[in-house]
């Protein structure tokens, strides 16, 4: 079955960085568009990033704009998303996320707490 499995959240200051992990397993990694979503407490869940299966294109939100970077490992099965220069309000759950082209029913993971605080 598939799973997705995200790591690497954590406290960190204002302007800090973190790298998150998504290690995907049950499907044919190499074909599929992965994408990163975020849900902060008391709103709506929201696309931040996403990456297609060759890895060329790539899009994402304009809060993620030219601070986050999202890349993925085919050979490992795995999609990041590198996060610089953050802000409290990138506090939130990160979730991996992808989509069955054919059936079109979506996958995720369980998150990871990223919380930016001094």
């Known amino acids: 079955q598939v799973q997705l499995v995200e790591s690497g959240g954590g406290l960190v200051q204002p302007g800090g960085s973190l790298r998150l992990s998504c290690a995907a397993s049950g499907f044919t990694f190499s074909n599929y568009v992965m994408n990163w979503f975020r849900q902060a407490p008391g709103k709506e869940r929201e696309s931040v990033a996403g990456i297609t299966p060759n890895g060329l294109t790539k899009n994402y939100a304009q809060s993620a704009k030219g601070r986050f970077t999202i890349s993925r490992d085919n050979a490992e099965n795995t999609v990041y998303l590198q996060m610089n220069n953050l802000k409290p309000e990138d506090t939130a759950v990160y979730y991996c996320?992808?989509?069955?082209?054919?059936?079109?029913?979506?996958?995720w993971g369980q998150g990871t707490q990223v919380t930016v605080s001094s």
């Open positions: 996320n992808t989509r069955n082209p054919v059936n079109m029913v979506n996958y």
